[in-house]
C-alpha cells in the first residue's frame, strides 16, 4: 500500500525516469519476512537483521546489520546467490575470489581463513577474510574501505546447486555478528 506522500513520487519517477517498477511499490508494501527459502535451503531471518531490496539481479536474498553502538551508525551486507544446479563456480573458486577482495594495509593479499564442516549431512565451507576491501559498484570501478570483514559461508547440494552467503561489513560488526550468522546457516542444514 503505497502512501499519499509516495503516489506522486512514484508517477513522477514512472513518466520521467521509468524507475519504479511494481515489484518495488508491492516490497515496500509488505512487511520483512521471516522466514525465506533460496535454492534447496530455509531459513529464518535474525530477529534484529533487516530486509533489504536487493541491489542486484545476482543477489536473491539481501539482508542488513546495523549497529547504533557508534556515533555513526555502521552497517553490515549479507547476500544470498545461488545461480542453480552446476553454475556458480566451484567452492575454492569463490573462496578465492572472496580473498581477492581483501588487501593487508601494505596492500599485499590476504589470506582467507576456511573452516570445512558437515552439517547435517550438508558440505559448508565457512570462510573468513578482514582487511581493506575493495566493493564493487555498478560502473564495475571499485571502492576501498579499510577495517573491513567478510564472513561466509559455501553450502553445497549437488542436486539443485550450491548457496554461496557472504557478510560484509566492518571487522567488528561481522566479528559480533559471526555467531548468528553461523546459527541462521546451521539452522538452514537441519531441515
Not at 527459502?37 to 537483521?49: E, H, L
Not at 544446479?85 to 569463490?94: D, K, M, R, T
Request: glycine residues 8%.
Amino acid at each position: 500500500m503505497m502512501t499519499a506522500l509516495m503516489r506522486p513520487t512514484a508517477l513522477f519517477l514512472t513518466l520521467f525516469f521509468g524507475l519504479v517498477t511494481p515489484t518495488i511499490t508491492l516490497c515496500h508494501a509488505s512487511p520483512s519476512p521471516v522466514s525465506f527459502s533460496v535454492g534447496a535451503f530455509s531459513f529464518t531471518r535474525p530477529p534484529a537483521w533487516t530486509w533489504v531490496i536487493s541491489s542486484s539481479a545476482m543477489r536473491k536474498v539481501q539482508l542488513a546489520i546495523t549497529s547504533e553502538q557508534n556515533i555513526r551508525p555502521e552497517t553490515a551486507d549479507v547476500s544470498f546467490f545461488f545461480f542453480g544446479a552446476g553454475q556458480g563456480g566451484s567452492v575454492q573458486a569463490n573462496v578465492e575470489r572472496w580473498a581477492k577482495q581483501f588487501s593487508s594495509p601494505d596492500g599485499s593479499p590476504v589470506q582467507a581463513v576456511t573452516e570445512v564442516r558437515t552439517i547435517h549431512g550438508v558440505p559448508v565451507t565457512f570462510v573468513s577474510a578482514h582487511g581493506s576491501y575493495a566493493a564493487g559498484t555498478m560502473d564495475g570501478l571499485s571502492e576501498t574501505k579499510p577495517d573491513m570483514a567478510l564472513r561466509g559461508a559455501i553450502l553445497e547440494n549437488e542436486s539443485e546447486g550450491d548457496l554461496f552467503i557472504k557478510m560484509t561489513g566492518p571487522e567488528k560488526l561481522v566479528k559480533e555478528s559471526t555467531p548468528t550468522f553461523d546459527a541462521m546457516v546451521e539452522g538452514a542444514c537441519q531441515q
